[in-house]
């Protein structure tokens, strides 16, 4: 039983995501045909941004799906509804403030990003709408979530791929045909995700009628308790971001734009990845949360050791799909000849690379599931720290752009081993927790399980 609810949950989850991946491949391969080098190393140099904004709503959605599976764990009617009344004003607030801040930030952030030249000018076509639609992405991400902790992974599943498929109508109209450039690909981002917004709330308002009743005023205690679990699911969802701006500049410093091209090319390969350990750890949080909720703990323990031998299993497909692949991949984003030799040499680093990443986001998206804050914030905002100090450390070691390349899996590496005595350490420590009366308030929880 457990196991069929879990592939139920997770299934749908790592389809939408996977199409998430395709989506965001599929930008980077209209604009590598369509503008060049320039253009795809633009999108690369100016994603921190749109991450940004994406990260904010879907920290926000995330920080939700959990109180609100721990609540229906616990039979907490009156803290569900809190919750949900201060999630919606949330979401609505961080994207009008992302608009409005961005607005005034992102042509001084751009140069500090590394762009410069006709890189810079492609980013700033491409920011500004991606800014301009703030709103339409936080809702977008921050919503889906919240489809799934109501019994909804098949609708979220299907609000994911409409967003999909109007982004690769949009972006081959607006690049193809009409040759807006970078700014089209941005702008078929935006009306993607606000595609997958309106299919959220059709199915939260109409279908599961969740708002009923449910008051917008902002609880002072619930925001706190939402911003505090929000930290590790917007860390982990910057992670990527971080990564890419560190390794773009190192990439800069030691090879030039080809291998900014070069590495904008890898991102893409291995965002597909990505997008799917995140689709197994999204997809069992429900579960995980509302066992954990419930004081389930052999439940909770199945489904732990589900998702821990998913996520590392998917990497290693994805990482033999991407080997077989090698000769291929760069000339979808039509990458010069020297950037797809460069791309073939640096491939076997980042393969490396996948299974231990696997294993720190499963982790992460545990101890955030199960509200073991201190421990998923410690992975999650220790890995820039690591990964800056070996961008900085082993290229000066004469390695030169190779430890720029060799700091991407050693920091993984270092994270797992991390993660894995964090997760004993959480086993030793870990008791049974007693299952609410219905209505009864929420006891407090401690963050460290």
Not at 242 to 247: E, Q, S, Y
Request: glycine share 10%; net charge positive.
């Amino acid at each position: 039983m457990i196991q069929r609810n879990f592939w139920r949950n997770v299934l749908p989850s790592v389809i939408a995501f996977a199409f998430s991946g395709v989506y965001s491949i599929v930008d980077g391969m209209f604009v590598g045909q369509g503008v060049g080098d320039a253009g795809l190393a633009a999108i690369n140099v100016a994603w921190p941004v749109t991450a940004l904004v994406q990260a904010l709503g879907t920290g926000l959605g995330m920080a939700a799906a959990v109180v609100l599976s721990v609540c229906i764990g616990r039979r907490d009617a009156a803290e569900e509804h809190r919750a949900l009344g201060s999630t919606a004003v949330l979401l609505l607030l961080a994207g009008v403030l992302s608009t409005a801040l961005l607005a005034l930030l992102y042509r001084p952030l751009l140069p500090l990003l590394g762009a410069e030249g006709s890189v810079l000018a492609y980013a700033d076509s491409y920011t500004r709408v991606i800014v301009l639609g703030s709103l339409f992405q936080v809702l977008g991400t921050g919503l889906v979530p919240l489809l799934r902790t109501y019994d909804g992974a098949d609708a979220a599943m299907c609000s994911m791929t409409a967003g999909f498929l109007t982004n690769v109508v949009l972006d081959a109209l607006f690049i193809s045909v009409f040759r807006w450039g970078t700014a089209g690909a941005a702008a078929a981002t935006v009306i993607a995700q606000g595609v997958s917004a309106a299919l959220g709330l059709v199915y939260l308002f109409r279908v599961k009628r969740v708002f009923r009743g449910v008051s917008f005023r902002l609880n002072r205690r619930t925001v706190l308790r939402l911003l505090a679990t929000s930290l590790s699911p917007f860390g982990l969802t910057i992670l990527n971001t971080v990564t890419l701006v560190v390794i773009n500049r190192g990439a800069l410093a030691y090879g030039g734009s080809l291998a900014v091209a070069c590495y904008a090319v890898m991102s893409y390969a291995i965002c597909m990845v990505h997008f799917i350990i995140q689709g197994i750890g999204d997809g069992a949080q429900p579960l995980l949360s509302r066992y954990y909720g419930a004081g389930e703990q052999e439940a909770l323990a199945q489904v732990r050791t589900l998702t821990f031998r998913s996520a590392p299993a998917a990497a290693l497909l994805c990482g033999i799909a991407l080997f077989l692949g090698r000769s291929a991949i760069p000339h979808l984003f039509g990458a010069s000849n020297a950037a797809t030799r460069l791309f073939q040499v640096i491939l076997p680093l980042f393969l490396l690379y996948l299974p231990f990443m696997s294993v720190v986001r499963i982790l992460t998206s545990y101890f955030c599931a199960t509200e073991q804050i201190t421990r998923a914030d410690l992975l999650i905002y220790g890995q820039p720290v690591v990964l800056v100090a070996l961008s900085l450390i082993l290229p000066r070691t004469g390695l030169g752009l190779s430890g720029v390349w060799l700091s991407v899996p050693l920091t993984q590496i270092l994270l797992a081993g991390a993660g894995v005595l964090l997760l004993h350490t959480a086993h030793a420590g870990t008791k049974p927790i007693p299952a609410a009366a219905p209505q009864q308030a929420v006891p407090s929880v401690s963050l460290s399980v």
